[in-house]
Each structure stands twice: as C-alpha cells, then as structure tokens.
C-alpha cells in the first residue's frame, strides 16, 4: 500500500453518521472484539485498546494462557514523545482494577514479563460499531490525541476477502495543540509462532525490508506446530528491531530492555539474532517517527498475519479398526500428514505472503469494509437492533468457526476457553442463525450439502453434528427433530435466497428421503404430530406430540411441498400439502390451551414402550425416580408450559416467505403469552439453579418457560430457567413479524443491556461457551422490522416498514449483491454499494409494483411510487 494522503495530512471533520455504542471506563472491563477471518482464527481487541486472546491456532485461547504457553502471547503499541518533558506511553487505557489481583498469578510470575506494568493512558473510551472497533485515549501529559481502530476485512460475498488470517490495527495521532510534536511510535509483539517458550530453539526471526519482521519456527512442514506470524506496517518504512534482548535471566529481561530504549529515546534496530542456544523472551519491534504539525493528523496502519496451516484435529468421524501404518524396524517414520488445512493455506504460502496481499489491497479492503458499516448501522432503525444485528457478526470471525482448504465451513455450537465446545456445525442450533445466509450464503449453502450429502445415511438418518474434516458421520446416535426437519426449512430458504433451482433439485430427493425418515421414525401413523420420542435442541427427549417440533414438522412439510410444486413433482407436493394440513389441524385441535401451544406428554401408546415396560416391572415398592415418573410421566418434559420456543417453526416460515396452513390468530396469541408470562424486566426474584450467570439479579431477560397454568414438572426440561439470548431474538423477530413491534423491542434491549462491557462482553453472547453461534438470530431482527425479503426466484423484493418513518432506510443483502434500500412516501432507492440484483416486481405493505430492472452498484435504482 503506497502511503496517501488520507494517512498523512490534516484531520478531516467527521461526517458519519453512524451510531457508535459508546462505553466509558467503568464498561469495558469485559470488551473483546474478535479480529480475524471467516475460519482463521483471530486475535481480540480489547475495552481499552490492547489486544488478548490470540486464537490463531486454529482453537480457542480465551482469556488464558494460548496453548499453554511458558509466555502469553502479546503485541503491544509504546508512544514517545522526546523533549525537554518528554513523556512515553503504553497505548492503552488504564488496566482495569478487576485485572490487577490476577496479575501477581499470571503474566507477572518470575519467569514471564509482561508488558501490563507499563505507564499508560489516563483515560480510555471504547466505541463500537461492527465490524470496526475504536478506542479514544487521553492523557493531560499527552499533547497529542490518539485513536486505536481494530478491524478485519468484512466484505458480504466476498468470502476469500474476509477470511483473511489478520488482526489490523490503525492509530492515529492527533495535535490539537499550538506547537509542533515530535513522536516515535512503536509496535512490539512476541514470537507468535513460538511452540516452546523461553529458549526455544527452533523460532527464528527475519526482518522483512522495508515492511516488518517474520517470525517463524523450523518444525517439519507437516507437523501441526509449524507456523509463522508477521509483523507489518502497511505503506510505512520503519525501523526494525528483528529481535529484541536474548541470554540467561529473568524472564522479563527482554521488556524491561526494551523499555529502556523506547522511554529513553535510545532504539537500537537490529537484523535479528539467529542461533540454537538462544535464552529469555523472544519478540520483535517495528518503530515510525515524524513530527506533527498543529492540526495535523497521521494514522499508522498495524498488520499482524498468522500462517498455522496443519491441524490434526478430528471430529465426528465413524469409528474404523484401520491400523495405523508403521515404519520397517530401525527406520525413520516420515511425519504424518495432517488431517486437514484450514481455508488460508490453500490462497497463501505464509504469513508473509498474506501481508503482501493486505498491503498491496488495504486501501480497497478498508473501504469496502466501511461501506458495508455504514450500510449496515446507517439504517434508520433503533439503535439496540442495529447494535445486536452487528455485534453478534463477530462470531463469524471468532474460533467458532473453521474453514477448510475446500472452503468449506465447519463450526461448533460456541468455544470453551481452549477448546471448541459442542461440535459439527450442530444442525438445531444453527437453525437459528440468520447471518451467514444472507451476507455469505455460498457458505450457507455447504451446510446443506454438508447434512444432506455427508451427515445422512441410506435411511434417512442425519447425524446433526458432522464430521470434520469433511466425510462420512457415525451413525449410531440418535437424531434431532428440530434440527433434521429444520434442514429441510433451510433448504426452501437458501433456495430462495441463491435462485438457485439445479441446486436445489440436486438435494431435493436427499431432503425428501430425511423428511421420510421423520414420519416414520416421529409421525409414523401419519396423524400430524410427533409422538414418539424425539431429541431437540434442550439435549433431551420430548415424549409425545409439542408445539415447538411440531412446527418445525409442519414447516418442513409445506417446505418440501412448494420445492416438489417448483419441480412438478405434483405427487410429492400433494402428500406433504395433506400432511401439513393435517399437522396444523392436529397442533390447534390438541395443543393449543386457548392462549398457547403446549406439550401433550405421552408415556403409553407410543412405539417406545421403554418407559412403560420400567414402570410395569417396578412393582408396588419403587425407587423415588420411579415414584416421581408414575406420577408426572416422563423427566424433562414442559406439558402446560409456555414455551418460548413454541412456535419456532412458523418463524421460520414466515421469515423464509412460506405459507402454511397454521392459524396465524393462534401464532400471533402464542406470541402474545410468551411474552406476556416470560419476559421479565428484572430477574431477583427469579430462581435458577441451572445455569444464572446468562441473565441474573436487576436484569431483564426473556426465560425458555413459564407455567402460568401451573402443573411445572418436579425437573422440567433441561435448562428451562435459563435465558439465552438467540431464543430472545428468535422470539424478537417473530413478535414484530406479527405485528408485536413494542413487545419484541423490550426484548431485543433487555438482552443487549446485559452485554454492557463490564458485566458481559457484548461480542460474545454466550450460553454454551462463548460466542454462541445461536445468537446470531439477531440478524433477523432488522429484517422483520423492515418487512424485508428478497426472492431471487421470483425477482422480487417485499417490503413493508413496522415503524413510522417518513424516511425508511434498510440494509439489502442478496446473492448477487448488497447495499441500501431507502423508502420515502414518493420513491423507493436502491442503491447497491457493490454487486447487481434483478427485479420484477416490489410489493410495498399490500401494493404490488411491476418493476422490470437491473440494479448495479453505482447506479442507483429509483421506483416512482404513486
């Protein structure tokens, strides 16, 4: 990137108008927002500008020690102002009290210097607006003002673009003041690609001329602890210290030397120090100076690339009795090759090479990321939905998901501090995740695949955690109803989306066979409704016919139906109509109580008489668990209760532009009581002895279930005093799909006031593990409030605002294109900010429009309303 005015000149007035979440000192104790690729790992910015949780070994390293490291990982910015009074800073706030007593435990023991204990920033502020983060430092012996920005390329369509294996930073320095300011500005960041600690051997640093420091370790190139890591500063030539202070000693020998050169103004670059016998702390600087007009501004653009390209990590795989091969006696075994290469290094040799690239490209890769910000944040929607949509995009770019060299996605349910938790892209979870359908749906699309080509076997049967890398599954667990029947919904919906019509009739008989499977194995009598036992998304079994999975069967059902009428399969789309009519009359006749849909538990009378037949030998003296099942019928049931995910599968429907035969009357009641009975503005005195830390105490949140008809089981379902945020977002949308729009508002900004910073992280809402891919159901949120949807089967664009603006504008993400859609009361715009989309009709609220147009980006779009 060659170095251009916008990097180099007078500060130029902000004209944005997009609405930063602003979070002073006192929340940003728990702020951490990821900054990497889609599958590539990332390194996190934190609440007051310095970086932590260096997952880029393809697994998480939260909060922790990564990998066990003897050193924690670090990379760090360091300001000197020379002068008479000269003054040198950590760019950073102040460390939060919360964080001092782990100190004297962690990074400070004797062996391992830190560089927490440097002098820094007085004051901090962090503001956040996805997928960029900002923070402002100040401090009264500072003349200058300075910015940390953190981001990561975020581009929708464009996957290659935004799977990058980077962290990017720019600080910018300010002077407000009356005189000139000299600065020496530094990046310092230890061996990334270290796989030993102190002394390690086999890591070497190299300077890179011109742009920064590679370092790299010498492990055989297949082994999983290969890697390397660069150090760049993109358009700038700075001075390089390749290597800082090694030899025998303390372990913080080399930071404390390293102080001394920065405080002083005394730094020494050097072309590294290469040899085998190398002690102490390994890392490396890049330094710019320059001198600072008043009024002028200079940004300094930080790149950290990481290059771990074997991963030996495998999940979901049937078990085989294959040997191993083994070598002849007395010979050398040649290194195995790894099981699998993430997506990046299949597009770049190392981490070297990923630099050249962003820094050949970082001018154009910053400005389309912006573009999508302020496509995004600039609607004109309230702010907490925005904030929600947003935030909870940075789970694509956390360790929750992986890519692999075929560019396949793979993910868990969300991540544990040093390892991933719940795995195999889990089909019930990922039914609600909105986002990565809409901004990236060619990866969407592979989860299809993924469950319909790899996870199913000749039954029908779909494991709903896949194998990585990809391959067959096992097959001896049983499946999820939710989560096999809400493939089938996907389906109809990534259909929609792409357009794709020989896509979708290369899955259709797979989808078929899994929807065959369902009757028989659930609704084998074919009345309707699932009565045999069925797993779900609470990790139990429900015992006859609910209105959760019930839904979800009567969605799949009308789903299957419209594709086999879109493929003259007339005989197909028949059977499933029937049966869909049927599973609506069943749920409104048997499960709705007249204000909700509940649960019709069953113990006798099923196919599964392994219950019965325990009860029938217990005899007159039984066990207290037996006692407690002759008596409330099967554990982890909600029978009356009002389940917040009642009704899960008419959101589906609705938001995917399907009809069903389902009463919407009964849907939008159902609605109405959830949340009525289950949400709460403040929590004290609600008991939850599962797991509280998701929502607790003066919080508001929306609980799984309530029984306002009494009759709550002795143990209900697993989890049901809970409060997870992606069934608060699920419920959200669906209220204001019906119309709901205050009640699904309180929702959304209960659930976004626990994320505040200091109590919770607010790019991690977690539940089983951080980053939990279940809340990106946020993401549909806008789009509900919007009435948006885009056919691009049809060609045609729905649209019918919640809130009563004069001036509407919406985000627009389709296959083909993204960018912004604004209504007024005379025309409609849309204006692409890259890609096309092709259009025959608009229908605005109940006005249909024939409009016969190709937008393209550019060009704006416009639609005369009469």
């Known amino acids: 990137m060659k170095q251009k005015e916008s990097y180099y000149g007078k500060a130029p007035a902000s004209t944005s108008k997009i609405p930063w979440r602003a979070y002073d000192q006192d929340h940003q104790l728990q702020i951490a927002m990821p900054m990497g690729g889609i599958g590539a790992g990332c390194i996190s910015l934190n609440g007051q500008g310095g970086l932590q949780d260096y997952s880029i070994r393809n697994r998480p390293a939260l909060s922790c020690k990564a990998d066990g490291h003897p050193f924690t990982d670090a990379a760090f910015a360091v300001l000197h102002l020379p002068g008479k009074k000269p003054v040198t800073r950590l760019v950073e706030g102040p460390l939060a009290v919360e964080k001092i007593y782990d100190q004297g435990l962690h990074n400070q023991g004797l062996r391992q210097g830190g560089h927490e204990g440097m002098s820094r920033f007085l004051k901090s502020e962090f503001k956040g607006a996805y997928p960029f983060g900002k923070v402002w430092l100040s401090d009264p012996k500072v003349p200058l003002q300075v910015q940390v920005k953190g981001w990561n390329p975020f581009i929708p369509l464009d996957d290659r673009n935004s799977s990058l294996p980077a962290a990017m930073l720019e600080y910018r320095l300010f002077n407000p003041g009356k005189a000139p300011v000299k600065f020496e500005f530094s990046f310092n960041m230890t061996h990334l690609s270290s796989i030993g600690g102190e002394g390690d051997p086999d890591c070497q640093n190299d300077p890179i001329p011109g742009q920064g420091i590679f370092f790299y370790n010498q492990k055989e190139k297949s082994d999983e602890a290969f890697g390397n890591a660069a150090l760049t500063m993109p358009g700038e030539d700075p001075l390089i210290k ?133 496509a995004l944040h600039s609607s004109s929607l309230p702010e907490v939905v925005l904030d929600a949509a947003a935030s909870n995009l940075a ?66 049967h779909v494991n709903f955690r896949s194998a990585l890398p990809d391959g067959p599954v096992d097959h001896g667990w049983h499946p999820a109803a939710d989560g096999q029947l809400g493939g089938i919904l996907k389906l109809y919906r990534d259909w929609q989306i792409s357009g794709d019509l020989s896509w979708m009739r290369s899955l259709y008989p797979l989808a078929k066979r899994s929807l065959e499977y369902c009757i028989e194995r659930w609704d084998p009598k074919e009345l309707g409704g699932l009565f045999e036992p069925h797993h779900n998304t609470y990790d139990i079994e429900f015992w006859g016919p609910d209105g959760m999975c019930g839904s979800v069967y009567l969605g799949a059902l009308s789903a299957q139906a419209a594709m086999g009428v879109a493929l003259g399969e007339s005989k197909d789309a028949k059977r499933y109509q029937g049966l869909a009519k049927k599973a609506a009359a069943f749920m409104e006749k048997n499960l709705f109580n007249g204000d909700y849909f509940q649960q019709k538990v069953m113990l006798r009378g099923l196919r599964d008489t392994s219950l019965a037949k325990r009860l029938d030998k217990a005899g007159k003296n039984p066990d207290e668990a037996t006692q407690l099942l002759r008596k409330e019928g099967p554990r982890y049931q909600y029978g009356s209760g009002c389940l917040s995910d009642g009704v899960i599968g008419a959101w589906m429907a609705k938001i995917y532009g399907l009809e069903t035969p389902l009463a919407r009357a009964k849907v939008k009641k159902n609605l109405a009581a959830i949340f009525k009975h289950n949400f709460k503005q403040d929590l004290f005195e609600h008991v939850n002895l599962q797991r509280p830390g998701f929502a607790i105490g003066h919080e508001a949140g929306l609980l799984l279930c309530s029984w306002p008809k009494g009759n709550k089981p002795t143990l209900p379902f697993v989890y049901s005093d809970e409060v997870w945020t992606g069934i608060e977002y699920q419920v959200a949308s669906h209220l204001i799909e019906e119309g709901l729009v205050k009640e699904g508002l309180a929702v959304v900004a209960g659930a976004r006031s626990r994320y505040d910073g200091r109590v919770r992280n607010p790019y991690d809402e977690y539940e089983c593990g951080s980053f939990y891919a279940r809340a990106m159901a946020s993401f549909a949120v806008p789009n509900s409030l919007a009435g948006l949807r885009y056919s691009a089967v049809e060609e045609t664009l729905w649209l019918d605002p919640k809130l009563n603006q004069d001036d509407f504008r919406i985000f627009l993400s389709t296959t083909s294109g993204w960018g912004s859609l604004s209504l007024t009361p005379r025309k409609l715009t849309l204006d692409l900010a890259e890609g096309s989309l092709k259009l025959r009709r608009v229908v605005l609220g109940k006005r249909t429009y024939r409009w016969e147009t190709l937008a393209r980006a550019g060009e704006a779009a416009v639609l005369t309303l009469k």
């Open 395 to 460: 789970i694509l770019k956390s360790p929750t998901v992986l890519r692999q060299e075929n560019g396949n996605v793979w993910a868990w349910e969300g991540c544990f501090t040093q390892s991933g938790c719940c795995s195999g892209t889990c089909t019930h979870v990922w039914n609600y995740a909105q986002a990565l359908p809409h901004l990236f749906p060619a990866l969407e699309r592979g989860f299809r695949e993924q469950e319909l080509q790899r996870s199913m076997d000749d039954q029908g």
């Open 242 to 374: 390749a290597m800082w202070l090694r030899g025998p000693g303390w372990g913080f020998d080399a930071t404390s030397a390293l102080w001394r050169e920065l405080s002083t103004g005394a730094f020494r670059p050097n072309a590294g120090t290469l040899g085998k016998s190398l002690e102490g702390r390994n890392g490396g600087s890049v330094m710019v100076k320059g001198v600072l007009k008043p009024g002028e501004a200079r940004r300094i653009p930080v790149l950290i690339t990481w290059y771990f390209p074997n991963v030996n990590m495998i999940q979901g795989q049937p078990k085989t009795t294959d040997a191993a091969p083994c070598c002849a006696p007395g010979e050398e075994c040649p290194p195995a090759a790894p099981a699998w290469r993430p997506y990046y290094a299949g597009q770049f040799r190392d981490a070297r090479d990923v630099a050249a690239y962003i820094g050949q490209h970082y001018d154009s890769l910053l400005k389309r990321t912006q573009k999508f910000q302020e």
